[in-house]
């Protein structure tokens, strides 16, 4: 069974930091392309960032400059440093990604999500 564990969601003042961590258990090959989601309430779940397994980065507008994401391929975990935040960071942000098993093709998996709060 493929499992997408989250962790380090909470409440931060503004001008804070916080680091989420995502990691990808199970029978699994290492995934192509893993990714952070958010989605606030009364909004479309939006892009945060992705990263592919080669390295390649590409991130929200929104959040470009203040956010990084990485990933540790041996590990199938991926990371987002997020820093500078704003309250309208907040959200419940959701790990993605993409990968096979050894029985199954090419699909995305999502984890539970974590929530982020922003607020003096």
């Known amino acids: 069974q493929v499992q997408l564990v989250e962790s380090g969601g909470g409440l931060v003042q503004p001008g804070g930091s916080l680091r989420l961590s995502c990691a990808a258990s199970g029978s699994i090959f290492s995934p192509r392309a893993m990714g952070w989601y958010r989605q606030a309430p009364g909004k479309q779940r939006e892009l945060v960032a992705t990263?592919?397994?080669?390295?390649?980065?590409n991130y929200a507008d929104s959040v470009q400059g203040r956010f990084t994401i990485t990933r540790d391929n041996a590990k199938n975990t991926v990371y987002l440093q997020m820093n500078s935040l704003k309250p309208e960071d907040t959200a419940v942000y959701y790990c993605?990604?993409?990968?096979?098993?050894?029985?199954?093709?090419?699909?995305?998996?999502w984890g539970q999500g974590t929530q982020v709060t922003v607020s003096s």
């Open positions: 993605n990604a993409n990968l096979r098993s050894f029985t199954t093709t090419w699909q995305d998996y």
């Open positions: 990263i592919t397994k080669d390295g390649s980065t």
